[in-house]
């Protein structure tokens, strides 16, 4: 193609670019129009609300951000396609169309979209031409074409890919959608029914993978999906703040997004367990205990009821009412439906008396009535009584002999003595050694974090939770079994995307093998599927952290990186704190993000210090401050990108917890550009 060729179409190609974003202005303008008229339009206030409430969703869905391009491919079809023969198909973030509903712009989500991830020289899939645009700042500066009809594929070796690929980071999370290669499009692709578990190492995109994928089932089964919900956990707030712009980038503006503290918040935590209870309490035995603990609260009727009506005066006997509480304990419902099956059974039973003596139906006021009736309330509080979650929960840690018997042959004295606050052997007037301070009350005590996750599940063995149509679950190896459960109740009758990878698991109770986890969020059968070459991260960076993997005893392949740019530095400094502050101000000379990680207790020292010198920083939590710097500690980095990395001390990020190398592979990791190591005690072994 001549240069004066190539001028003519970068100049058309502008030009519908222009045209686009001019259609989705007035597709924004006509919506909002909607929005203002919709309650004049509308037959009745419920049908006003309900067209308002689209609406406005649909004006967020059109927003334009003029810095992020509406389209970044392009799709020639050739003359072999049947039913798209000598078309052209621009691909973007979202469907845009012209006045006459005619497609400037297609859905990255859209099935004729699916070759523009797919087609290859091998399997053109009808494609004669594969276009790939380059932008600056929302400026379309270059295009790329690959001729699959003849052959011609660049595939990792495409310059605008490999830019886009390589772009600096600052801020948020971006979309992938430029860069979604094959074996990642087949996850995001995949149907609604399947659960699927990403092993993704480093750098190979699988959080990407799980926000596109919701954004990819939202598009095919909006409606569906907008009545049941569509979820996404991360392992924190810094971590979700940082993914928080994707979703919308894409134009789905309705998912919530939560921590796994989010889910099962039910009471405040304002007490710490020591770790040795808090691993208890996350096992999965104490699931079985919080069963046993809810049946032990069904009893037998031990006397018939009489219950006054009037002049009348109905009695059920032993029989009919054992009955009941047999028939309703054998249905398996969550105990507060049975309490109020077991209710209307009993009205039922009068009811029946009722009508063969008056030879007519009682009234809805007489059934309420007698559900409320003294001898009723009375038998339903001795066989089947009220209980709530943290009400059970407090029994138990305040009752050695009712934990005693439910926990019989699942947990040992030693740790019954655990969860009870107190040391295995005698302690001085019964008293607590930390954890959980009990109050005289449920609403007195003062909870832990693993407590809530205990209440969350009595919750669920009490009511059924709301559910969602489709769970994503980012930095899954660090669930515990019982926070697996709590997922697994909200998504009961829906499916997950699970995404972690074991070799970055850093919590006492961290995933060592994935089905395990499957198992308790209740899709044994999801595929276990392994990402393991990476795009983001430089292949010197996940060679230095490769080092470390022997070490962490967990099968899962090594990294690989298609890389091969970045840099590694590993230096020895006599002054940490000066060392980094002169580290972060050479970074500073190149594009792009700078995280400064460190172990927690030295993170206020590093940030003082970069203060002093003048270099202003911000917090994890800062996804949309100005500063380029972020000093984050090492416990809150997992899932997070910067450009360039400064890792301080790596000794003592190591030695702050027990599975420190976990957390060192986690930290390593963190680069997209260059990594500096700078360390005054000796590094950990297996890097040396």
Known sequence: MSLTELDTDLHAERAHLDASRAALRRMRERAEALFATGDRVAGDAYTAEQLGRHMARRVKELADDPTTPLFFGRLDFGDRDPDHAGREYHVGRRHV?????????????????????????????????????????????????????????????????????????????????????????????????????????????????????????????????????VLIVGPNRAFLSYIAAVLPALGEVEVAQA??????????????????????????????????????????????????????RWRIGLDPLHRVVTETRAEGLPYATGRERVRARVVGLLQRQAEARRAESPSDVWLRRMGKAAPVTGFLDAVWPALTPDGLLHTLLTDPDALATTADGLLTADEQALLLGRAPGPVPNGSRTGGTKLGRTPKAT?????????????????????????????????????????????????SITLLGDLAQGTAPWAARDWRESLAHLGKPDAAVVPLSVGFRVPAA?????????????????????????????????????????????????????????????????????????????????????????TVVPATLVKGLEYDHVVVVEPAAIVAAEPRGLHRLYVVLTRAVSRLAVLHHAPLPAPLG
Request: overall charge negative; aromatic content about 4%.
């Open 97 to 229: 169309t012209d006045d006459l509903g005619e497609p400037l712009v297609l859905d990255w989500r859209a099935p004729v979209s699916r070759s523009f991830y797919r087609a290859s020289a091998r399997d053109p899939q009808g494609v004669a031409v594969r276009r790939r645009f380059g932008f600056s700042a929302g400026t379309l500066t270059s295009f790329e074409d690959e001729h699959l009809d003849r052959g011609e594929e660049l595939g990792t070796a495409s310059r605008i890919l490999t830019a886009e690929i390589e772009r600096p980071r600052v801020g948020p999370m971006r979309d992938i959608v430029a860069t979604i290669q094959p074996e990642q499009d087949e996850l995001v692709r995949a149907d609604l029914a399947d659960s699927i578990c990403v092993q993704g190492a480093p750098g190979t995109g699988k959080t990407a993978v799980g926000l596109h994928r919701a954004a990819y089932l939202l598009y095919l089964h909006r409606e569906r999906l907008r009545r049941s919900g």
């Open 446 to 494: 003062r909870w832990t974090a693993a407590d809530a996750v205990l209440i969350d599940e009595a919750a669920g063995l009490l009511e059924r939770p709301a559910g969602f149509g489709h769970v994503v679950v980012d930095e899954a190896q660090d669930l515990s079994p019982m926070q697996c459960r709590a997922i697994a109740r909200r998504s009961e009758h829906g």
């Open 541 to 629: 960076v996940v060679a230095f952290a490769n080092r470390l993997l022997p070490a962490l005893a967990v099968d899962v392949p090594p990294a690989e990186s298609l890389r091969r740019d970045g840099t590694l530095d590993v230096r020895t400094v006599d002054d940490l704190v000066a060392a980094t502050v002169a580290e972060v101000r050479a970074a500073l000379a190149h594009d792009g993000s700078v995280g400064v990680i460190a172990a927690d207790d030295t993170v206020d020292r590093i940030r003082t210090a970069l203060a002093d010198a003048g270099v202003p920083t911000a917090t994890a939590d800062d996804v949309d401050a100005a500063e380029r710097v």
């Open 259 to 312: 921590t796994v503290e989010d889910l099962v918040e039910r009471v405040p935590v304002r007490a710490v367990d020591p770790p040795a209870a808090a691993t208890l309490k996350h096992d999965v035995r104490m699931a079985e205990v919080l069963r046993r603990a809810v049946e032990a609260h069904i009893g037998d009727p031990t006397e018939p009821i009489m219950v006054s009506d009037g002049s009348f």
